[in-house]
């Protein structure tokens, strides 16, 4: 599933209708930047009130951000009129996330009927410099119309 793999307007569209749903993605300043078959990057500001006590990005923003970009990149081969909901998600952090913002990076491992397998890449971007602050996998499962 390359990064060049273009989504339909349709499917696009529904996509970013579910991303502005999401009340938590917008009280952290997140935008959902890019999407393709299989992949979704999501970006934040580290703004003040998302740092912990050093002074680094928190790592629930870490967490928030890579799970939607590892979602939407799930939803992005579910079947049409379907949702996505994580039912499994485990983070490494692998370095303080300093700098001004974060970007995650999703993408499906393995897409099933009834599960789809998820990673999330997410870097710290400071001075235009990025470094890889956390890896996140995970689970995902399509929700039928009629449960969502």
Same mark, same amino acid.
């Given at each position: 599933?390359?990064?060049?793999?273009?989504?339909?307007?349709? +499917? #696009? !569209?529904? &996509?970013?209708?579910?991303?502005?749903? /999401?009340?938590?993605? @917008?009280?952290? =300043?997140? *935008?959902?930047?890019?999407?393709?078959?299989?992949?979704?990057? +999501? #970006? !934040?500001? &580290?703004?003040?009130?998302?740092?912990? /006590?050093?002074?680094? @990005?928190?790592? =629930?923003? *870490?967490?928030?951000?890579?799970?939607?970009?590892?979602?939407?990149?799930?939803?992005?081969?579910?079947?049409?009129?379907?949702?996505?909901?994580?039912?499994?998600?485990?983070?490494?952090?692998?370095?303080?996330?300093?700098?001004?913002?974060?970007?995650?990076?999703?993408?499906?491992?393995?897409?099933?009927?009834?599960?789809?397998?998820?990673?999330?890449?997410?870097?710290?971007?400071?001075?235009?410099?990025?470094?890889?602050?956390?890896?996140?996998?995970?689970?995902?499962?399509?929700?039928?119309?009629?449960?969502?």
């Amino acid at each position: 599933m390359g990064n060049s793999t273009k989504l339909s307007p349709d +499917i #696009e !569209a529904r &996509i970013r209708q579910s991303f502005h749903a /999401q009340a938590m993605m @917008a009280t952290l =300043g997140a *935008t959902l930047e890019d999407l393709s078959a299989g992949h979704a990057r +999501i #970006e !934040a500001p &580290i703004l003040p009130g998302s740092r912990q /006590q050093h002074g680094y @990005a928190h790592a =629930g923003l *870490t967490f928030a951000i890579g799970d939607s970009a590892a979602g939407y990149a799930g939803l992005s081969v579910m079947p049409e009129g379907f949702e996505v909901l994580t039912t499994e998600m485990k983070i490494n952090l692998l370095a303080p996330a300093l700098g001004e913002r974060l970007i995650a990076r999703g993408r499906v491992i393995k897409a099933g009927r009834r599960l789809v397998i998820v990673q999330a890449d997410v870097h710290a971007l400071d001075e235009g410099r990025e470094t890889h602050v956390a890896l996140l996998t995970g689970t995902m499962i399509p929700l039928a119309p009629n449960l969502s």
